[in-house]
T-cell receptor, first 109, second 113 residues
Framework: KNEVEQSPQNLTAQEGEFITINCSYS?????LHWLQQHPGGGIVSLFM???GKKKHGRLIATINIQEKHSSLHITASHPRDSAVYIC???????????FGTGTSLTVIP | EAGVAQSPRYKIIEKRQSVAFWCNPI?????LYWYQQILGQGPKLLIQ????????DSQLPKDRFSAERLKGVDSTLKIQPAKLEDSAVYLC???????????FGPGTRLLVL
């Protein structure tokens, strides 16, 4: 079993839809990261959070430490949001990083 | 602010050959990471440096992979000899310090034939 599980694996949405990507983890963490990877390989760090909620533009990330669960929400989705979204956690022991396998999002005009 | 630079962007080699990748982190970033991302999988941390010291290399296949960051700035990752299963994107990232936001480079796409 992977330390980080994401769902769904693939997601297709119509432009304008509200999108949610979920991440569950099984290890103790010091921080959770949401990453965006566009075709061609470039990775951008969207959020790093250890509690509560963060918002950046149309993106919102939440984390529930007790339930070991995080969600990434995209409001008013746009075709340029099409990318792979990866959840990763920094463990609170041993400087380990664990990555989910990503959610491939396609937003159709 | 300049981002993380990596070179080359693409490399094609035959199995048993050697290859080296270079990474220049964001200026002032103490922590540098090398990841391997095989197609369809999430990135796997290979090695993490804090300045010129190794923090974690538990997932680095040390029989063929080596990495160094001699002056605590640039880093090189070497594979010698390469195997078919080493075909992947090799990503470099840096952060201001441990457990802070990581910034990723564009990656080096390696194909081993």
């Amino acid at each position: 079993k992977n330390e980080v599980e994401q769902s769904p694996q693939n997601l297709t949405a119509q432009e304008g839809e509200f999108i949610t990507i979920n991440c569950s983890y099984s290890v103790g963490i010091s921080a959770l990261h949401w990453l965006q990877q566009h075709p061609g390989g470039g990775i951008v760090s969207l959020f790093m959070l250890s509690s509560g909620k963060k918002k950046h533009g149309r993106l919102i990330a939440t984390i529930n430490i007790q339930e070991k669960h995080s969600s990434l929400h995209i409001t008013a989705s746009h075709p340029r949001d099409s990318a792979v979204y990866i959840c990763a956690v920094s463990s609170n022991t041993g400087n380990q990083f664990y990555f989910g396998t990503g959610t491939s999002l396609t937003v159709i005009p | 602010e300049a981002g993380v630079a990596q070179s080359p962007r693409y490399k094609i080699i035959e199995k048993r050959q050697s290859v080296a990748f270079w990474c220049n982190p964001i200026s002032g970033h103490a922590t540098l990471y090398w990841y391997q991302q095989i197609l369809g999988q999430g990135p796997k941390l290979l090695i993490q440096f804090q300045n010129n010291g190794v923090v974690d290399d538990s997932q680095l296949p040390k029989d063929r992979f080596s990495a160094e960051r001699l002056k605590g700035v640039d880093s090189t990752l070497k594979i010698q000899p390469a195997k078919l299963e080493d075909s992947a994107v090799y990503l470099c990232a840096s952060s201001l310090n441990l457990e802070q936001t990581q910034y990723f480079g564009p990656g080096t796409r390696l194909l081993v034939l």
